[in-house]
Every structure is written in C-alpha cells, then in structure tokens.
C-alpha cells in the first residue's frame, strides 16, 4: 500500500539553498517536507565534501536571521571586508591595475561572509533538528509531480506521495520538478570548467577577497579562517576546460607553482590544503519561475558563473520574496495569484543578473592582448568615477 503524507511546504533538493528554505519556512511557522537523493557530505575531507565556499551578502543576513541559522554559522564566517579586483592581463602574470571596492563606503558592515559548504550543511541540518515541524528526507529524491489548482501531488523515490499546497523546486540545474512542470530552460555553456579547493599562504589576507583577471576566466581568492594555524583563502579558479583538466590532474608540487605563478605572487607561494574539485561553467535561466503549484528557486531557475558571490545570494533574493508572500496571506499559499506575483517580482531581475554575470565572464576570458587592454581601461574608468563606484558595489550587494 502507498504511503502519503501532508505538509504545507514540499522542498525537492536539499543542498544550501534546500536547506536554508526548509529552515526559513519552517521557523515561520509552515509545515515542510524536505527531500533529496544525496545525503549531504557535512567533513571537510571526506571524499565528495563540496569544497566551494559561499559568501553571503550583507542582505542575506536578515533572512539566516529569521531561518535560525546565522547564531550557528557566525563563530565560523570569514568577513569580506574589501572586494579587491585585480587586473593581470599584460604580457607577464603581475598586477598592471589594483582597485579595492571597500564596504565601509556603504554601511559599517562587511559587504558579506564567506563560509565552506560542507560546513554550512552540518549547521543547517543541526538546526532542522531542532524544528518539529521539519520531516527531512535525505537518500530520497521526488520522481513525480501532479497538480491540481488546490495542490500538487508529489511522487517519492521510496513510493511514497506527498500532498503539499506548494512544491519549492531547488533541486538544482537538471531540476526534476522543473522538467515535470514543462518548464524550459536557455543555457550558455562557455567551454569553461572551474577549479575549486582551499589554500594557506603566507601573507594574510586581511578579509579581502582578491578577484585577479588575466585569461581564461577570474582566479578568485575568498578570505576563510586560518587552517592548522596559517591565513587560508578558498580559490575558485575559471580556465577553458582542457586547460582545466590539465590543472586538476597535475602533480601537487607543479600545481601549487602554477597558481602562485597566477595569483600574481599576492599571497607569497599558495600551498594546497585540500582535494582539487572541478565542476563545468553555465549560465541557464528558466524561462518562468513558475508552474501550477510549483515555484523555481535557486539553480532551478537560474545558474550563473562564480563571479561576485551572486550565485547563492541570487537565490536567497528568490526565497525573501516567497516567504514574505507566503507569511503576508497564508491563505494564498501556492496558488496562482501568489506564484504569478513571485514571478514578477523576481523575473526581470534574474534576467538582468544572468546577463550581466554573462558579460563579465566573457570579459574575464578574452586571450588576445588589445582586448585585454580594454578590460583594464574599463575597469579604471568605472572605478574612478565615486558615485559609478558605489551603484556598483550596491547593485552587488544585490539592491535594485
């Protein structure tokens, strides 16, 4: 006989945007059930722990407030005090232009804090534990979905249904529900694959995150706490992708004298203190956010490459306008009228956001030498201009 339960809030994936909605909905007081087929890795150097940090932005603090999860992840977040953005691109790997966008120009917060993703998940599902009205389901994936105007019913890998008055899709890029639903998708692939694992170095970072752009894509270094008692930074590191491969499948001692040579000798000689991970760069967004009974979030609606933190934040954007719906007319959740207007609110941004990340992904990857050039006299001149300046950090910190 099939089992079938009932909740307010189906969540089909259970990475950190999955996680963080079943904390948020649930801590407001819905009934969620939260599903995925991987029970997540939370050590650091267990085999297939996700080695990408995230940083949260300035806004996303309010909602990790709300969701109970912030008092958890503070006492292990690295603030992000000067976005640094280096451009490298003459003829010999060194800095040709430094601007240091400093958060202090705005408000007396860091711009955000950056923190692992393996660890995010044990704080995360620490604090499920602790929500009665959370039934979290790891090792189980949604393999169904039918909807009806006054909910959607939705099939689990176990045979087992769930009846929910909305089904949030955050199960990723290749999003089960999202196929379900009949949603399409545009997606850019750039031929680029990206390098992510953590470092130590000898020169501190002093919670700057160093953005250093030559070819091929950004070489990014993101301020963590010291590791075994040296200054540590997570690098993410964008290269076309038989150069990539090239990359992840080289010697330690070589690889660590190829990424000194490309951070430019900013840090003094990196020295790897993690496994190298290596993931494929797109950009896709959904062409509604949207469905019967059904809302997109996160890398089911929209992907974009590691540039700027705006990934993640990007996703949270989208879980603020769910749940202040959702907490405004309780009534209304998961109908029409509330999906339409979760649409609206979040559409035209998503797109503008997708392609400027776009832009800046194709400048980081120019090769020949005049473009470079161009590269660097934009980045001068945007700098250079205060107010330009400030609307840009703003825009990054996700405001309108």
Not at 315 to 325: A, T
Request: proline share 6%.
């Amino acid at each position: 006989m099939t089992t079938e339960s009932q909740t307010d809030i189906l969540i089909s994936g259970g990475g950190i945007a999955g996680l963080t909605a079943a904390a948020a909905f649930a801590s407001a007081g819905f009934s969620v059930q939260c599903v995925d087929p991987t029970p997540p890795i939370t050590e650091r150097d267990r085999e297939g722990s996700d080695l990408r940090t995230t940083a949260f932005l300035q806004p996303a603090r309010t909602l990790l407030d709300e969701a109970g999860l912030w008092q958890r992840l503070a006492p292990h977040a690295a603030p992000l005090q000067i976005m640094r953005i280096v451009d490298a691109g003459g003829d010999v790997p060194e800095p040709r232009i430094i601007k240091d966008f400093n958060a202090a120009d705005l408000s007396e917060l860091p711009f955000g804090w950056n923190l692992p993703n393996w660890l995010l998940r044990r704080e995360m599902l620490h604090r499920l534990e602790e929500l009665d009205n959370v039934d979290l389901r790891l090792g189980t994936a949604t393999t169904g979905l039918f909807t009806r105007m006054n909910e959607a019913r939705v099939t689990l890998s176990d045979g087992s249904r769930t009846r929910a008055r909305l089904v949030i899709a955050a199960d990723g890029r290749n999003s089960t529900m999202r196929e379900a639903a009949g949603i399409k998708v545009h997606t850019t692939r750039y031929g680029q694959k990206a390098l992510a694992f953590a470092v130590t170095h000898p020169i501190p970072h002093n919670s700057v995150s160093t953005e250093i752009h030559r070819s091929g894509g950004p070489f990014t270094l993101v301020p963590l706490p010291d590791y075994e008692g040296s200054p540590s930074s997570a690098l993410v590191w964008m290269e076309r992708g038989p150069r990539a491969q090239e990359l992840f499948e080289m010697d330690v001692a070589q690889f660590e004298q190829e990424m000194t040579e490309r951070s430019c000798g900013l840090f003094g000689p990196l020295t790897l203190a993690s496994r190298r991970t290596i993931w494929p760069i797109i950009s896709q967004s959904a062409e509604r956010l949207y469905g019967e009974r059904l809302a997109l979030v996160a890398e089911a609606a929209h992907v974009v490459p590691p540039i700027g933190a705006q990934g993640l934040n990007m996703s949270l954007g989208d879980m603020r306008i769910l749940l202040d719906l959702a907490k405004a007319n309780p009534t209304d959740l998961g109908n029409t009228k509330m999906l339409e207007t979760y649409h609206r609110k979040r559409f035209t941004e998503v797109k503008l956001r997708v392609k400027g990340i776009d832009m800046l992904n194709r400048a980081s990857m120019v090769e020949a030498r005049p473009l470079r050039d161009v590269r660097a006299m934009g980045l001068n001149a945007l700098y250079s201009m205060s107010p330009v300046r400030k609307t840009l950090m703003r825009m990054g910190l996700g405001a309108q």
